[in-house]
Structure formats: C-alpha cells, structure tokens
C-alpha cells in the first residue's frame, strides 16, 4: 500500500527566506505525486503534480517541486516565501483504481514571520 | 467557475442523531471522494465512487456510516447514530480520468456534543 511521509509537522521561516518542504513517499510503482495547499476553514487546492517526464515541476503561486527517484522524494519549494504563503502543505501519491486516489501525508503547517 | 459544492458548511448535532453531508461535485467528474480530516488522524479516505458506483469503502465504519450517489449530481455521507468521535472535517473531492487531480470541497465541520 502507498504512504506519504512529511517528517516536519510545523515550519518556520521569515518572510523573504527560502522555503523547503519534506516529503517522502513509499508506492510500488511508478508514482503520481500532488502538493495540495489547505488555508484556514477551506478545502485543499492544488500546488503541482509530477506524472512523467521533467522531474522539476513548476506549480501555482510560485511553487516548485523535485521528484528524487532514488530518494523516494517529492520536496516542495519556494525562493521567497510571503505572509500569504502561512498555511498547512499536504503531500500526496495517487494510486490508479480508476482514477488517481490522493493518499495524504500528515501535512506540514507553515507559519511565516514578519 | 467550476467548484465542489458541500453542504452544510457547519453542523452541531446531539449524540444519537443522523446527520446527513451533502456534496455536489463537478459538473462531467465521474469519481467521488470522500475524507474525514482530523487532528490525530490527518486526512483519511472514507469512501469513494466511479460513476456513481462505490468502489472502495473499507476506510467507512460500516455500522454507522454510509455513501450513496443518488445522481451523478449529488454525493451523500449519513452517520446514523452519531457519535462524539465523529467530530472532524468532511470532505467532499472529485475527479476525472482526464483531470487525474482531485478538486476539493471547502468542507462540513461536524461537532457532535
């Protein structure tokens, strides 16, 4: 079965700095990887997707993603993260049953200082 | 602009009650899910359907819980009796086999006192 490991529960960066964001994945085939963005009292939209090809992956907002094969990692990042940006960052692998089924890691709240 | 549409928003009920989530999804998504989002557990996968036929539920405690899509228009989630512990989020999701991502619902925030 597919899970989703974001080892950093909370994350603190001053606004302007760079931004990592930790996942790593476990799937027995060839993954399909999601960064989803959840703001306080909404739904999760999507960041970016990795299905094939370019392992560097540009998302919304100013996001990017790197698939590590070897690494078993999806990390999220940001040159220079702003107020807005605060907020919970869930990583997914999406198993095919029919359709791509979002497995969700525990999600990394990023919290953002002035 | 197209959106997952869930219903109510908010809901505070007594134990022993049924409550009833409802979920509009995409206007030509043909998958359905459903999750519960709670502190200790994060984001678990409750159920969901392909064209209206549920495929998976075994994430569903089957002895107060169940899903149905009346229509390809309307997704239900029914607790009948509620329980404290049923406290969480709900989310409603849908999909495509062309879109490949799922498009989320804002969500019932479910208290049951």
């Known amino acids: 079965a597919q899970s989703v490991t974001q080892p950093d529960i909370h994350i603190t960066v001053s606004e302007g700095a760079s931004l990592e964001l930790r996942c790593n994945y476990s799937y027995g085939a060839t993954p399909y990887l999601f960064w989803y963005v959840q703001s306080p009292g909404q739904g999760l939209q999507l960041l970016l997707k990795?299905?094939?090809?370019?392992?560097l992956v540009q998302g919304i907002k100013g996001f990017e993603a790197e698939f590590k094969r070897s690494q078993s990692s999806f990390n999220l990042r940001k040159p220079s993260v702003h107020w807005s940006d605060a907020a919970e960052y869930f990583c997914a692998v999406g198993a095919w049953g029919g359709s791509y089924i979002p497995t969700f890691g525990r999600g990394t709240s990023l919290i953002v200082h002035p | 602009d197209a959106r997952v549409t869930q219903t109510p928003r908010h809901k505070v009920t007594e134990m022993g009650q049924e409550v009833t989530m409802r979920c509009q999804p995409i206007l030509g998504h043909n998958t359905v899910f459903w999750y519960r989002q709670t502190m200790m557990q994060g984001l678990e996968l409750l159920a969901y359907?392909?064209?209206?036929?549920?495929?998976?539920d075994s994430g569903m405690p089957k002895d107060r819980f169940s899903a149905e899509m009346p229509d390809a228009t309307l997704a239900t989630l029914k607790i009948q009796p509620s329980e404290p512990r049923d406290s969480a989020v709900y989310f409603c999701a849908s999909a495509t086999d062309e879109t490949t991502e799922a498009f989320f619902g804002q969500g019932t925030r479910l208290t049951v006192v």
């Open positions: 359907f392909r064209n209206r036929a549920p495929l998976d």
């Open positions: 990795y299905f094939s090809g370019d392992t």
